[in-house]
């Protein structure tokens, strides 16, 4: 029972590329969040679902999208990066509002 | 827009004393006071929540205490060891359910 998984763990980008970062959950929740943590600010939400094809907008969407197309994955994508994105991103996963949400071991993006 | 703010952002006690960390919030409909602890590297791990209903949780040497009168709520550890060290994120539910959360606290246990 893996929890919630993150891939990749470490990624170096250049100004302008694209990416999608993966997360894959397998504990049937409904939930899944995208959080990116820079020091000194905590966790601030990007983007979640409530479930498979929903979608939504958290605290700092801009310059991120994602999609929930099956259930035990949510994808994080990034179009254009920019070097204010370097960040750790966590993926976490709950089974409703007002349960724990599970993270996972979190992606360390760095764009030059 | 709402918020949540966690003080102190560091503190260092000496092992077997206790320790507070203190978090208010802004949104009078917040239900849920989830705590994280997360480890150097690692991913942030839940140690205790607390809904509104109550005023006081505890389990082993942690406790959290919830005033929504003052909208506050805190975490207490008892008998601090060297493993405690670690950043501890207090977080509050938005209506709709989204968590905020606090900016952390750095513990550091000496012994």
């Known amino acids: 029972n893996a929890g919630v998984t993150q891939t990749p763990k470490f990624r170096v980008l250049k100004t302008g590329q694209s990416m999608t970062l993966l997360c894959a959950q397998d504990m049937n929740h409904e939930y899944m969040y995208w959080y990116r943590q820079d020091p000194g600010m905590g966790l601030r939400l990007i983007h979640y679902?409530?479930?498979?094809?929903?979608?939504a907008k958290g605290e700092v969407p801009d310059g991120y999208n994602v999609s929930r197309l099956k259930k035990q994955n949510f994808l994080l994508g990034l179009e254009s990066a920019a070097p204010s994105q370097t960040s750790v991103y966590f993926c976490?996963?709950?089974?409703?509002?007002?349960?724990?949400?599970?993270f996972g071991d979190g992606t360390r993006l760095s764009i030059l | 827009g709402e918020n949540v703010e966690q003080h102190p952002s560091t503190l260092s006690v000496q092992e077997g004393d206790s320790a507070v960390i203190k978090c208010t919030y802004s949104?009078?409909?917040?239900?849920?006071f989830p705590w994280y602890k997360q480890e150097l590297g690692k991913r942030p791990q839940l140690i205790i929540d607390i809904r509104s209903n109550v005023g006081e949780k505890k389990d082993q040497r942690i406790a959290v205490t919830l005033n929504k009168t003052a909208k506050h709520f805190s975490l207490h550890i008892t008998e601090t060891q060297p493993e405690d060290s670690a950043v501890y994120f207090c977080?509050?539910?938005?209506?709709?359910?989204?968590?905020?959360f606090g900016q952390g606290t750095e513990l550091s246990v000496k012994p």
């Open positions: 679902s409530v479930g498979e094809g929903t979608t």
């Open positions: 949104d009078s409909a917040s239900n849920y």
């Open positions: 977080a509050a539910d938005l209506q709709g359910g989204k968590l905020i």
């Open positions: 976490a996963s709950s089974g409703a509002w007002h349960q724990p949400q599970h």
